[in-house]
């Protein structure tokens, strides 16, 4: 049974950083793909960071040169490296990863910036 963890959110002020965790277990995370995703209040679920099994990264435009994807493999965990924290970045912030055809997505971790 493939679960993710996130953990690590929680509340920061503008131009600050968080640091995500994504825990996996029943898979082994360097052999998928691990994408983040946010979801603000009133609005629809986005993507925000990928890395793959290769190595590579991507982020959405929006967190480009703010935030960071990396992974540990001995501890099986991606973080998200969050810095120059802005309000609009307040969300609950899921990870993902397919293992065979099924998609798994993690309980989500709240993230809230403000003052």
């Known amino acids: 049974q493939v679960q993710l963890v996130e953990s690590g959110g929680g509340l920061a002020q503008p131009g600050g950083s968080l640091r995500l965790s994504c825990a996996a277990s029943?898979?082994?995370?360097?052999?998928?793909?691990v994408a983040w995703y946010r979801q603000a209040p009133g609005k629809e679920r986005e993507w925000v960071a990928t890395?793959?099994?290769?190595?590579?990264?991507a982020y959405a435009d929006s967190v480009k040169g703010r935030f960071s994807i990396s992974r540990d493999n001995a501890q099986n965990t991606v973080y998200l490296q969050m810095n120059s924290l802005k309000p609009e970045d307040t969300a609950v912030y899921y990870c993902?990863?397919?293992?065979?055809?099924?998609?798994?997505w993690g309980q989500g971790t709240q993230v809230t910036v403000s003052s």
């Open positions: 993902r990863t397919d293992v065979r055809g099924a998609t798994y």
């Open positions: 029943g898979t082994v995370i360097s052999t998928n793909f």
């Open positions: 890395v793959v099994s290769g190595g590579a990264f």
